[in-house]
Protein backbone atom coordinates (compact mmCIF):
# COMPACT_ATOMS: atom_id res chain seq x y z
CA UNK A 1 0.00 0.00 0.00
CA UNK A 2 1.22 3.19 -0.95
CA UNK A 3 0.79 6.52 1.11
CA UNK A 4 -1.02 9.38 -0.09
CA UNK A 5 1.00 12.38 -1.22
CA UNK A 6 1.14 15.49 0.64
CA UNK A 7 -1.16 18.20 1.19
CA UNK A 8 -1.10 20.83 -1.36
CA UNK A 9 0.16 20.13 -5.03
CA UNK A 10 2.36 17.37 -5.79
CA UNK A 11 5.01 19.72 -7.09
CA UNK A 12 4.90 21.94 -4.42
CA UNK A 13 7.70 21.49 -2.07
CA UNK A 14 6.54 23.40 0.95
CA UNK A 15 3.39 22.03 1.04
CA UNK A 16 1.24 24.99 0.62
CA UNK A 17 -2.71 24.94 0.79
CA UNK A 18 -3.97 25.85 -2.35
CA UNK A 19 -5.01 28.87 -3.37
CA UNK A 20 -2.71 30.54 -0.50
CA UNK A 21 0.05 32.78 -2.31
CA UNK A 22 -1.62 33.18 -5.57
CA UNK A 23 -1.45 36.41 -6.81
CA UNK A 24 -4.73 37.93 -7.68
CA UNK A 25 -5.83 38.60 -11.08
CA UNK A 26 -5.93 41.90 -13.14
CA UNK A 27 -8.58 44.05 -11.75
CA UNK A 28 -8.43 42.76 -8.58
CA UNK A 29 -7.23 43.43 -4.43
CA UNK A 30 -6.03 41.03 -2.15
CA UNK A 31 -7.66 40.50 1.05
CA UNK A 32 -11.72 39.42 2.09
CA UNK A 33 -13.35 40.26 -1.05
CA UNK A 34 -16.48 42.65 -1.11
CA UNK A 35 -19.01 43.46 1.63
CA UNK A 36 -21.94 41.04 1.78
CA UNK A 37 -25.09 43.03 0.53
CA UNK A 38 -26.74 45.53 2.41
CA UNK A 39 -23.53 46.01 5.39
CA UNK A 40 -21.61 48.87 4.81
CA UNK A 41 -18.25 48.59 4.43
CA UNK A 42 -15.23 49.62 7.42
CA UNK A 43 -15.53 53.37 7.58
CA UNK A 44 -18.75 54.10 6.01
CA UNK A 45 -21.57 55.50 7.13
CA UNK A 46 -24.72 53.52 6.56
CA UNK A 47 -26.88 54.47 3.93
CA UNK A 48 -30.14 57.20 3.67
CA UNK A 49 -32.99 56.35 5.76
CA UNK A 50 -31.17 53.96 8.51
CA UNK A 51 -30.46 54.70 11.79
CA UNK A 52 -26.88 55.45 13.10
CA UNK A 53 -24.83 52.76 14.90
CA UNK A 54 -25.91 52.71 18.67
CA UNK A 55 -29.41 54.69 18.37
CA UNK A 56 -32.89 52.76 18.70
CA UNK A 57 -34.64 51.96 15.87
CA UNK A 58 -37.82 53.98 15.01
CA UNK A 59 -40.70 53.20 17.65
CA UNK A 60 -38.10 52.20 20.43
CA UNK A 61 -37.47 54.12 23.36
CA UNK A 62 -34.04 55.19 24.07
CA UNK A 63 -31.57 53.34 26.78
CA UNK A 64 -31.60 54.19 30.28
CA UNK A 65 -30.90 52.73 33.54
CA UNK A 66 -32.22 49.80 35.74
CA UNK A 67 -35.56 50.32 37.11
CA UNK A 68 -36.68 53.86 38.55
CA UNK A 69 -34.78 56.36 40.23
CA UNK A 70 -35.37 56.52 44.21
CA UNK A 71 -37.89 58.67 45.42
CA UNK A 72 -36.65 62.33 45.22
CA UNK A 73 -33.70 61.27 43.38
CA UNK A 74 -31.50 60.98 45.74
CA UNK A 75 -29.12 57.53 45.85
CA UNK A 76 -29.90 54.98 48.25
CA UNK A 77 -27.37 55.08 51.33
CA UNK A 78 -26.22 51.26 52.08
CA UNK A 79 -23.98 51.94 55.07
CA UNK A 80 -21.27 49.49 53.69
CA UNK A 81 -19.05 51.51 55.93
CA UNK A 82 -20.67 52.55 58.81
CA UNK A 83 -21.06 48.41 58.99
CA UNK A 84 -17.63 47.98 57.97
CA UNK A 85 -16.16 49.90 61.17
CA UNK A 86 -18.84 48.53 63.44
CA UNK A 87 -17.69 45.27 63.05
CA UNK A 88 -14.47 45.63 63.23
CA UNK A 89 -14.80 47.98 66.63
CA UNK A 90 -18.31 47.11 68.18
CA UNK A 91 -20.22 43.93 67.83
CA UNK A 92 -19.22 41.31 65.44
CA UNK A 93 -22.31 39.24 64.98
CA UNK A 94 -24.48 42.33 64.65
CA UNK A 95 -21.80 44.22 62.14
CA UNK A 96 -21.53 40.77 59.94
CA UNK A 97 -25.72 41.21 59.83
CA UNK A 98 -25.51 45.00 59.10
CA UNK A 99 -22.76 43.77 55.81
CA UNK A 100 -25.01 41.29 54.75
CA UNK A 101 -28.02 43.98 54.47
CA UNK A 102 -25.62 46.60 53.28
CA UNK A 103 -24.29 44.93 50.14
CA UNK A 104 -27.78 44.07 48.99
CA UNK A 105 -28.30 47.43 48.63
CA UNK A 106 -26.91 48.32 45.53
CA UNK A 107 -27.58 44.81 43.56
CA UNK A 108 -31.60 45.17 44.47
CA UNK A 109 -31.44 48.90 42.82
CA UNK A 110 -30.05 48.14 39.74
CA UNK A 111 -32.37 45.54 39.08
CA UNK A 112 -35.40 47.99 39.76
CA UNK A 113 -36.39 46.46 43.17
CA UNK A 114 -36.12 49.74 44.98
CA UNK A 115 -38.54 48.66 47.78
CA UNK A 116 -36.68 46.14 48.43
CA UNK A 117 -32.92 48.35 48.10
CA UNK A 118 -34.88 51.17 50.63
CA UNK A 119 -36.09 48.17 52.86
CA UNK A 120 -32.00 46.55 53.06
CA UNK A 121 -30.75 50.03 53.51
CA UNK A 122 -32.75 50.71 56.69
CA UNK A 123 -32.47 47.42 57.86
CA UNK A 124 -28.14 47.98 57.53
CA UNK A 125 -28.67 51.20 59.24
CA UNK A 126 -30.55 49.63 62.24
CA UNK A 127 -28.27 46.70 62.46
CA UNK A 128 -25.39 49.21 62.61
CA UNK A 129 -26.96 51.26 65.27
CA UNK A 130 -27.81 47.77 67.26
CA UNK A 131 -24.11 47.08 67.31
CA UNK A 132 -23.11 50.20 68.46
CA UNK A 133 -25.34 50.71 70.86
CA UNK A 134 -24.48 47.24 72.05
CA UNK A 135 -20.78 48.35 72.16
CA UNK A 136 -21.39 51.39 74.14
CA UNK A 137 -23.92 49.31 76.85
CA UNK A 138 -20.83 46.16 77.13
CA UNK A 139 -18.41 48.76 77.71
CA UNK A 140 -20.39 51.15 80.17
CA UNK A 141 -21.48 47.54 82.19
CA UNK A 142 -17.34 47.03 82.06
CA UNK A 143 -16.30 50.02 83.35
CA UNK A 144 -18.88 49.99 86.43
CA UNK A 145 -17.95 45.83 87.14
CA UNK A 146 -14.65 47.23 87.15
CA UNK A 147 -15.00 49.98 89.27
CA UNK A 148 -16.95 48.09 92.14
CA UNK A 149 -13.99 45.62 91.70
CA UNK A 150 -11.81 47.94 92.73
CA UNK A 151 -14.02 49.50 95.12
CA UNK A 152 -14.27 46.12 96.87
CA UNK A 153 -10.84 45.91 97.11
CA UNK A 154 -9.63 49.08 98.33
CA UNK A 155 -12.86 49.05 100.94
CA UNK A 156 -11.72 45.04 102.95
CA UNK A 157 -8.00 46.00 102.44
CA UNK A 158 -8.50 49.44 104.83
Do not use: E, H
Amino acid sequence: MTTPPPYGNPGDPYGQQPGYGQQPGYGQQPGYGQQPYGQPGYGQQPGYGQPAYGTPPPGYPAPGGFGTPPPGGAPIPNYLWQSIVVTLLCCLPAGIVAIVNATRVQPKQQLGDIQGALDCSKRARTWCIVSAVSAVAFWVLYVIVFVIIIGSISSSSS
